[in-house]
């Protein structure tokens, strides 16, 4: 039965979600034009993913301070800023070859593991997000966005700073990684715990 008094999915929050992924296969498009050689259509593509990744602060924003958080919200609102990071990274690393093969592939299989991981221990509790894992969505924003600038055509310290923060991510996304999975670990064990606990108490006559 449906609950009269949740929110409508159709809300502004889950239009905006939506609206991040439709700009993926937009900012993708941009990012390829003429090889990636193209310094204005670079310039196109920072410009949509910057605008696509701030939607993410907006629709949380909204759903949280309007009462718009739903189920299909907690749903959309992961895919879509997997669909961005990922399809920035993978695009940067092939067809256009600016990052090592294993930066996406160590934050896919991180991002991928702890969806799975997340949902497997759904029955038990819910996974907030951490400060790390803010952290490092923070810190892969800024870094895919310095690599999709035209480098070439700006000051060298731009290259730079983009690798430094790279790293960064990368160490970040892995060491929250591990935390995520000990936490889940820690959850599943202790609802196992209380369980057995629970099913060995004495029952009062």
Do not use: C
């Not at 593991?113 to 923070?138: C, E, F, H, Q």
């Not at 591990?178 to 202790?190: I, K």
């Amino acid at each position: 039965m449906v609950d009269p008094a949740a929110p409508s999915p159709w809300n502004a929050a889950n239009a905006v979600t939506a609206a991040r992924i439709a700009l993926v296969p937009l900012f993708a498009w941009a990012l390829l034009v003429d090889g990636g050689e193209s310094v204005t259509w670079r310039l196109v593509a920072t410009g949509i993913f910057v605008l696509a990744a701030a939607s993410d602060r907006i629709d949380g924003y909204l759903a949280r301070s309007r009462g718009m958080v739903t189920d299909l919200g907690k749903l959309l609102d992961p895919i879509a800023d997997k669909a961005l990071i990922g399809t920035a990274l993978v695009l940067l690393a092939w067809p256009l070859g600016e990052l090592p093969w294993w930066v996406p592939v160590v934050v896919l299989v991180r991002e991928l593991g702890i969806t799975v991981m997340r949902m497997a221990v759904l029955r038990y509790a819910v996974m907030p997000a951490s400060r790390g894992g803010k952290l490092k969505t923070v810190l892969q924003s800024v870094a895919i966005t310095l690599f999709v600038l035209p480098r070439a055509h700006l000051p060298g310290f731009v290259e730079v700073v983009a690798w430094v923060v790279l790293v960064a991510a990368v160490l970040v996304t892995v060491v929250t990684g591990v935390e995520y999975a000990v936490q889940g670990w820690r959850l599943r064990r202790e609802a196992l715990r209380a369980r057995r606990l629970a099913g060995t108490a004495p029952t009062s006559s």
